[in-house]
């Protein structure tokens, strides 16, 4: 796809930094079919950019993404035939994004959740607002976190930790999150843009080849990694995405209620 023709993400420019925001502030940037598609291509597309070398991902309004969209969640429940698409475009976005030579700084401006925290968690370097909060919430609903959290997590943080926020779905402060190594850097709201654009210019005045390769050697375990684990991790999702459990979270999100579980 051609920039232009993107409809739920936008680009902007600073000399060799290309800006791709997610673009549906009045959603908190959840992911919906459109968005989930858009992004399962984003990252080639930014790869094959003669324009740029580096990238900052972040979100529009003040929030990096809610995650995944509860209207969706049900449009999948409905039709789980349709999940094949999204199955396959979550390969996509992880795999794009590990094969993506330019590095990507994520610029969590405010909350990364479920789908939104992986795609923050898999970019390269992470500054984070402190007054964000990340994490993945995708059992609170029911889900199976199968769209790369339970990958990426435990590659950073360990795996003791990365279940326990797993199994809880536990947001976590901007701070707590650099703590534990989760982020790299929590900084105040107003210096998040200087914060960013500095280390954007540090890298791009580098040595530009010599910076995508190191990435590239650095990412070939983490791409077994994920390679190894991806299929896996979907197919659970998918079963998870046709029990009650799952409905009964959808229900209780656009409810406003606590869920009732019942492990079926």
Not at 65 to 89: L, N
Not at 131 to 149: E, M, N, Q, T
Not at 173 to 183: N, S
Request: a negative charge.
């Amino acid at each position: 796809m051609k920039f232009e023709d993107y409809k739920a993400i936008s680009f902007a420019r600073r000399g060799r930094v290309l800006y791709v925001t997610l673009n549906r502030p009045e959603k908190l940037n959840a992911v919906d079919a459109l968005l989930h598609e858009e992004l399962a291509s984003v990252f080639t597309d930014c790869s094959n950019d003669s324009d740029s070398d580096l990238i900052v991902l972040t979100g529009a309004g003040r929030a990096f993404s809610a995650g995944g969209d509860i209207d969706w969640m049900q449009s999948a429940i409905d039709s789980p035939a349709a999940f094949e698409k999204t199955a396959r475009e979550a390969k996509q976005i992880v795999f794009t994004l590990l094969d993506c030579e330019k590095p990507v700084i994520a610029k969590l401006n405010g909350h990364a959740a479920g789908l939104g925290a992986t795609i923050a968690l898999f970019c390269d370097v992470i500054f984070a607002s402190n007054r964000a909060k990340i994490g993945d919430p995708h059992v609170s609903v029911g889900l199976s976190a199968g769209d790369g959290g339970a990958i990426i997590w435990p590659q950073l943080v360990g795996y003791a930790r990365a279940k326990e926020y797993l199994f809880t779905g536990d947001l976590l402060t901007a701070d707590d999150a650099a703590r534990i190594g989760l982020v790299n850097h929590s900084v105040d709201p107003d210096q998040l843009d200087a914060r960013v654009d500095a280390f954007a210019d540090r890298l791009t005045a580098g040595a530009i080849k010599a910076i995508r390769w190191t990435k590239m050697t650095a990412n070939i375990a983490l791409k077994q990694v994920a390679h190894a684990a991806m299929d896996g991790s979907i197919a659970y999702e998918s079963l998870s995405n046709v029990t009650q459990d799952h409905q009964e979270g959808v229900n209780a999100f656009r409810e406003r209620r606590a869920p009732v579980f019942t492990g079926s």
